[in-house]
């Protein structure tokens, strides 16, 4: 397997195990009871744990491609960042402000902290994927 590759895939499992970390600790402390406040009557009687795994495995691979960039040397910490915050703002943009065109009775509330918590979470996890992966490949000599 190609040095590229190997990166690659030590970065995804990184950034997966941060953003499952983080995320689990944001639904358990503020998504779940927003929700249910706010939205109770859209929520389903149990999650879709399908579509939950299907969300995380291909959401990591888009915090990897605008935010990690694990092999794009030439990217700084700070532009990782912010195309993290990009992509994170775009895409739970996506979901709140949708919802707030089409459901009826969807609080401003959740999409504006929806929003703000895709930029939150996608910038969190690329700082703390990108700044663990430098500090372990350069022990291990690994080039960057």
Known sequence: MS???KRWLLSYAVAAVIF???DV???VTVANNQYKSQIGDLLAPSTNMAGAVVFYVVYVVGI???GVRPNDPDATLRQRVAGAAIFGFFTYATWALTGLAVLKGFPPVVAVTDIAWGVAVCSAVTWLTATLLRRTLARSGTPE
């Open 20 to 22: 499952a970390a983080i």
């Open 64 to 66: 990897l491609h605008y």
């Open 25 to 27: 600790v944001w639904i």
């Open 3 to 5: 040095i590229p590759v």
